[in-house]
């Protein structure tokens, strides 16, 4: 059975820095896209970064752009997201994403029909 087990949530302040990390067992993801999405509280869930098995494509949402780092150890079926200059507004739950593709159309990359799920670590900016 595949896992996703994602740490490195928290409570801090604006501008602080956070790394999140995903796990993977159960399965390789060594040939696969996987990422991270979040979701707010009344918001639906949102993309925020992924990265294709061979780091050929690294899409991240315009909302992160310049201060998210998303980053893969193969080898160790790892994900990991570093936030810089994190704002109120990142605050969320932050969820792993494993399998399905990055696609690209019209130069914007597009992560979808993505197939496990993390069940999320909590991530709260204070102003």
């Known amino acids: 059975q595949v896992r996703l087990v994602e740490s490195g949530g928290g409570l801090v302040q604006a501008g602080a820095s956070l790394r999140l990390s995903c796990a993977a067992s159960?399965?390789?993801?060594?040939?696969?896209?996987m990422g991270w999405f979040r979701q707010a509280p009344g918001k639906e869930r949102e993309f925020v970064a992924a990265?294709?098995?061979?780091?050929?494509?690294?899409p991240y949402a315009d909302s992160v752009l310049g201060r998210a780092t998303i980053s893969r150890d193969i080898a160790k079926n790892t994900v990991h997201l570093q936030m810089d200059s994190l704002k109120p507004e990142d605050t969320a739950i932050y969820y792993c994403a494993g399998g399905g593709e990055i696609t690209a159309s019209g130069g914007r990359f597009t992560y979808e029909r993505v197939q496990y799920w993390g069940r999320g670590t909590q991530v709260t900016v204070s102003s």
């Open positions: 990265m294709t098995w061979t780091g050929s494509a690294t």
């Open positions: 159960g399965g390789s993801f060594s040939r696969d896209a």
